[in-house]
């Protein structure tokens, strides 16, 4: 046994507490800066661009020209470009949610996917439009027509892209057993999820309730989406608050192996 060198132990870390006190702080600085996020998406869309509520298809040649070479557009852009990640902490809300569902990955991973085509089409795509219209003179009109519809067809075209992840979403309350959603949020975003369809008409229509300034295609997705939006960021505020120290990643540190 002398010619077998006996190993030193290495000690067990000890488990330690986080340096703040409520363990849930990482999951509530995040729900937080989402309302950060929409109130500077609508600064953005509103105020500033006037982009919303959408201008008609058939606008005149020199309304369109007038608004494409507004400098409000640009600053609007550097306000989204420095603001549009916190969506990505919005949507990652949802999925930590969703983690906790007993349905498959798959839905998670989809709902993440179709988030992520739907940001940047609807969102960055557009003010780019927008922005290149307004970031150099000289333009002719019939360019800043095309970027005009370019960004509109962006914008509320590509509502059908978040037909994927709400149904996704919607798909996954319902299945899931161990109710981490209400049942009836469940079947309120098939609803929402169903209207976006709607939007795939604007690519068809200039005039009339399938345009993109339509009441179909455009309003009537509102009426339902704004009050849903408050309504399902609630209900993930409630599941955050419920949800069990024991299934958080930080309520203690893992194991490490007794051995080198």
Known sequence: MSTIATAEREPVSQPTEPWYKNKKLDQLLCFWSIPVFYNLFGLVFVPLSWMMP???????????????????????????????????????????????????????????????????????FPMFCFGLGAFRE????????????????????????????????????????????????????????????????????HTGPFAWNGLLAFWFNMVLYVPWQFIVYYCIFQAIRKQPESELYNSGPTPRAAYA
């Open 138 to 205: 000289g333009y002719s009109p019939e360019i800043l027509q095309m970027l005009y519809d370019f960004g509109y067809l962006s914008f509320i075209g590509c509502l059908g892209c978040f037909f994927l992840n709400w149904s996704c979403l919607a798909l996954a309350i319902l299945l899931d057993k161990n109710n981490i959603l209400p049942k009836w949020l469940g079947y309120y975003t098939i609803w929402q999820s169903v209207t976006e369809i709607f939007a795939a008409t604007v690519w068809i229509a």
């Open 54 to 124: 959408p201008r008609a298809p058939e606008s005149d040649l020199a309304g369109v020209v007038e608004f494409m070479q507004s400098p409000n557009l640009l600053i609007a852009s550097t306000i989204l470009i420095l603001s549009v990640g916190l969506s990505a902490v919005g949507n990652a809300m949802y999925a930590i949610q969703m983690k906790r569902m007993s349905v498959s990955p798959v839905l998670r991973f989809a709902f993440i996917a179709g988030a992520m085509t739907g940001a940047i089409v609807g969102c960055l």
